[in-house]
């Protein structure tokens, strides 16, 4: 039977956070015992709105290659490549680009969304907006069936099945495979200061890489309800960031729905269900960081097993390419 | 001394005709002895606009190449060689476009008018618009000095030299070489219609593969002083594209300024003139039929020309690439 084919991946922009963790990274590491899946750092995607500053990027493909490693995901199960070593995506990009126009990238909803928060304003660099475009060159390079996303990615999913019927029907083919969203169930990590969305540009994240004593001081600091503020006051636990946090990783739900309980009817305070959420954080986040501590001692044989990575994900890339190549008479040798 | 280099080539949707052979080709003859010159047949951008008709595309590789080798250009002197194969223009492609907005490109005046030549009207497709950004890529990965150009394609120029310098200063680098646009001097030939511009879309072009009789045909049946009704009228003889191709073809051309004059006073009629043009463009044009019938016999040596071209001419390029990652930190290997 066809073992489902799993694309995703991060770009290479900073290390990795308990949003990711939650988000994405846990579900990879239950995939990749079902699935063929492929995890991208997406350098080049990176680069389009950070393209004076390559260093980051560079330094941050190591970073990232660590958090997955440290979580679990297995490259000896998981194919971990470098999207700029896969010389098939940036051609079948270009060929791609002739079946969309202009005008329906200009209303992609993700795209539209992204340009007025990174404050483009009039100076949109051509490659961010063609990015939905490559994006299908790297699905339909792997033949992927599933892509994990976020519900706010839905239309990027759905401009790339539509550069696949249209390629299909021009050329006669079937060489371009529809992927399927598989929209995440879990619902979005905030920020340790409350804000809707966990982010390395808000600087409200735990990392998976912060060390011991950094976690407890950003656990202390965290907004929970601001109009908790005495001990016996009834609190809010629906939206307060340290009971979703406990919701997501504390193992003992019971223990936790009493807290929950508590907290509302009053006489609990903040500090008690922080040391709490400590506790758990710590016992999740140790051994990650542990693993990841001794795959840094050696980040030469980490880069190597990107490049191998790197290598097997181009031969099947290569073999699309080539036989979508093929299907534009494109077939010269 | 370095020698200079320069890029120049076709897109291969026809078989070339009298106004390539004036305009460009017989300069390229002429280049070759002094120059490194790379000539590419352009079949991804051929796509951008015939995408849904790739099989005219790989034939007209084939007779493109044909006319090439029949009017002179030679593949030990010239490096012929078929786009598509070039595996580090796509890629360059992706990197640029993040040097250029997509209100730059929109405002391209070439782009701006080549979209209504091809009535595109709402459904530009992005791989049309982003074209500039494609040349820049074929421009600065052989490291061109030169470009030879119509003046309708100066602003491709200056928009490649822009992202040239956007590049090189990102990256702190030397590593993009800026291109001179070489202008033809030798004026556009009409179409046999009269019309400003000899055209494969406007089937009004003699061209270099057509038989003797074909040729002589379409001298007969040419556009001339539509006022010169009668023998003994005065007739005109600038823009009369009779005279035009007289001018560019007759090797005779004290004889030549003799028959415009009694054109002009009158007296000469058009079939003499014609007859003298037919008789030019055959002594022209029949060697290079010849040639080109010599090299027709063996399509499969032709292929295997350019491929080695494309072979020459993916070396020249990937050490550009190779280059551009460097400054780019993307030098993972």
């Known amino acids: 039977m066809h073992k489902k084919i799993v694309l995703t991946g991060d770009r290479p922009t900073g290390p990795l956070h308990l949003g990711h963790y939650v988000g994405s990274l846990k579900n990879r590491v239950i995939l990749q015992e079902t699935c063929q899946q492929f995890v991208m750092l997406a350098d080049v995607q990176a680069l389009t709105d950070n393209f004076h500053q390559p260093q980051k990027i560079r330094e941050?493909?190591?970073?990232?290659?660590?958090?997955?490693?440290?979580?679990?995901?297995?490259?000896?199960?998981?194919?971990?490549?470098?999207?700029?070593?896969?010389?098939?995506?940036?051609?079948?990009?270009?060929?791609?680009?002739?079946?969309?126009?202009?005008?329906?990238?200009k209303h992609n909803p993700t795209v539209k969304q992204e340009i007025v928060q990174k404050n483009f304003g009039e100076s949109v660099p051509a490659?961010?907006?063609?990015?939905?475009?490559?994006?299908?060159?790297?699905i339909?390079?792997?033949?992927?069936?599933?892509?994990?996303?976020?519900?706010?990615?839905?239309?990027?999913?759905e401009q790339c099945n539509e550069i696949v019927r249209h390629f299909n029907r021009a050329y006669n083919t079937q060489?371009?495979?529809?992927?399927?969203?598989?929209?995440?169930?879990?619902?979005?990590?905030?920020?340790?200061?409350?804000?809707?969305?966990?982010?390395?540009?808000?600087?409200?994240?735990?990392?998976?890489?912060?060390?011991?004593?950094?976690?407890?001081?950003?656990?202390k600091g965290m907004y929970t309800?601001?109009?908790?503020?005495?001990?016996?006051?009834?609190?809010?636990?629906?939206?307060?960031?340290?009971?979703?946090?406990l919701d997501a990783f504390d193992p003992d739900q019971e223990n936790l729905a009493e807290m929950k309980a508590h907290y509302q009817r009053g006489g609990l305070g903040d500090s008690v269900v922080k040391k709490r959420l400590n506790e758990v954080l710590q016992a999740e986040l140790e051994p990650i960081r542990l693993r990841r501590q001794e795959f840094a001692k050696d980040p030469g044989a980490i880069m190597n097993l990107l490049l191998e990575g790197s290598d097997k994900a181009s031969e099947t890339a290569d073999a699309t390419l080539r036989d979508a190549r093929k299907a534009m008479c494109l077939d010269y040798r």
Chains 1, 2 share one sequence.
């Open 175 to 219: 060489v371009l495979v529809e992927a399927k969203a598989m929209v995440s169930r879990v619902p979005r990590l905030p920020g340790i200061d409350g804000k809707a969305k966990m982010s390395k540009s808000l600087g409200n994240a735990i990392y998976l890489s912060d060390p011991e004593d950094v976690i407890a001081k950003k656990v």
């Open 225 to 245: 309800d601001p109009n908790h503020l005495r001990v016996e006051d009834p609190g809010q636990v629906e939206g307060n960031p340290v009971f979703v946090y």
């Open 60 to 105: 941050n493909i190591l970073e990232v290659a660590l958090d997955y490693l440290a979580v679990g995901i297995d490259s000896k199960k998981t194919t971990i490549f470098i999207q700029s070593l896969i010389r098939a995506l940036p051609e079948l990009t270009m060929y791609y680009l002739n079946f969309v126009t202009w005008n329906r990238l």
């Open 140 to 157: 339909t390079a792997f033949r992927a069936d599933i892509v994990p996303v976020g519900d706010d990615q839905l239309p990027m999913i």
């Open 127 to 138: 490659g961010f907006m063609i990015y939905p475009v490559s994006q299908t060159a790297d």
